[in-house]
């Protein structure tokens, strides 16, 4: 028994520090739209569909087709009920959910878990030793 806790306990060390930042307040949020917040250095575009049971989503901010960082600015819908945003220059649909293209599986986006506490909208991200600030796009 004792074997198996410390076997547990050496896995659990190897799984990489994970951290709850607040990136903003609800009210800083568009329902059904994108808001575009700076996490260390990492771009993330965070999407509130209040119609979908309140759910908060939070994607990275590149689009890996274009090179540039504009997936908050895209249009946010479903396709086959499933939520997704279509990116602003070229229309491809990431899904929300897991970040793939839908129409060219070679690309996807970093997905993160997000959620509200409070008022206060939180993103989770890797522990790095920075700081983290929020900032609007």
């Known amino acids: 028994m004792a074997?198996?806790?410390q076997v547990e306990a050496h896995q659990a060390g190897k799984a990489q520090?994970?951290?709850w930042v607040t990136v903003g307040k609800r009210s800083d949020l568009i329902p059904g739209s994108g808001v575009g917040a700076l996490v260390g250095d990492q771009q993330v575009a965070v999407?509130?569909?209040p119609e979908l049971y309140d759910t908060l989503y939070a994607v990275s901010n590149y689009c890996p087709i274009s090179?540039?960082?504009l997936i908050a600015r895209g249009i946010v819908g479903d396709v086959g009920?499933?939520?997704v945003v279509a990116t602003p220059l070229y229309k491809q649909h990431f899904s929300l959910l897991d970040g793939r293209c839908l129409e060219?599986?070679?690309h996807r986006l970093q997905i993160y878990p997000a959620r509200f506490l409070g008022s206060a909208v939180q993103i989770e991200v890797p522990v790095t030793g920075r700081s983290h600030r929020r900032?609007?796009?």
Request: charged share 30%; aromatic share 10%.
């Open 81 to 83: 009920g499933e939520p």
């Open 67 to 69: 090179g540039v960082h």
């Open 17 to 19: 520090a994970r951290e």
């Open 47 to 49: 999407f509130w569909l």
């Open 3 to 5: 074997e198996a806790l």
């Open 135 to 137: 900032q609007a796009a």
């Open 104 to 106: 060219e599986s070679e």
